[in-house]
């Protein structure tokens, strides 16, 4: 069975607050703009943490953000460093784009 995000869902991120994705999902989207984008800093806006309460407790709230800390970190990291896998190859499809097909 295969796991993850659809190719639906993944189309409809770069304009997810315009999209039909449900709001529990663009709240969290949101938060991860928030957390990784270079133009914010300090407390989340209470807009913004009111709507994450529509849809999430505080435990599940903290979850998510130490999730997408972590996320954000590492994507920044490998980066810096310009780590890519073993299996990289420039202009190659992603291994999941052939199991999708």
Not at 57 to 72: M, P, Y
């Amino acid at each position: 069975m295969r796991t993850g995000l659809t190719d639906e869902v993944v189309a409809k991120l770069d304009d997810y607050e315009n999209s039909d994705l449900d709001d529990g999902w663009k709240a969290a989207l949101a938060l991860a703009d928030w957390l990784s984008g270079n133009e914010h800093s300090g407390k989340i806006p209470p807009e913004h943490y009111e709507r994450l309460q529509r849809h999430f407790d505080e435990q599940q709230i903290l979850r998510l953000g130490a999730l997408l800390a972590v996320c954000s970190g590492w994507h920044r990291m490998i980066e810096a460093f310009g780590i890519r896998p073993d299996h990289y190859q420039a202009g190659q499809s992603a291994p999941w784009a052939a199991a999708a097909g």
